[in-house]
């Protein structure tokens, strides 16, 4: 029978590591944006299942949205060009919009998004990523909200993906090299 664990090499955050962490986040959300107008938009597909648990942590009338991004070349060399493949359906004129993102990594998606948003008439634009890999940085992106920092691994799981598989695994973790 299919085990995942033959494939994984380090368990980084367990499904109790997260969900403790996505309810602190979710609390802070509602605290920070007590009587604005919010707009949680995710960015698919990626962060799909981090957004799905994290929405329902959050007290408060919000909406919801997705977008899809893809970056032009090789997808583990970023080459800081994104493109929206799947806009937004909503329009934020005025509103408070929350991008929900899997991982920071170079730093270029959410700098470009970020840009994007407000210039689409977002009152103001803040960011909710679950995993930070701070080392990677290559344009200067204010983060307000950071599940866990990570080291510069190649994750997976819990909606991160290689090449499209193990976004289904409930936890985080790093791959073994011979798994792919
Ligand atoms: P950035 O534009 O370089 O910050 O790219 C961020 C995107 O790269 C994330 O949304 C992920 O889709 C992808 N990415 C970065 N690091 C990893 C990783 O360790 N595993 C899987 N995808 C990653
Ligand atoms: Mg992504």
Redesign the pocket.
Known sequence: MYNAMNEIDEVLFTRDDIAKRVAELGAEITCDYEGKDLIVVG?LK??GVFMSDLIREINSPIRIDFMS?S?YGN??V?S?I?RITNDLHQDIQGCSVLIV????????????LREYLKNRGAEDVKICAL?D?PS????E?PVEYVGFE?ED????GYG???AEKYRNLPFIGTLKQSAD
Request: aromatic residues 8%; without cysteine.
């Open positions: 960015i990626g962060a991004v970056s997808s583990t970023s800081g994104v993102e899997d991982i920071i990594d170079t730093g270029n998606t959410l700098h470009y995993l890999k990677r940085r290559q344009v992106v990570v691994k190649f994750i997976i991160i993906d290689y």
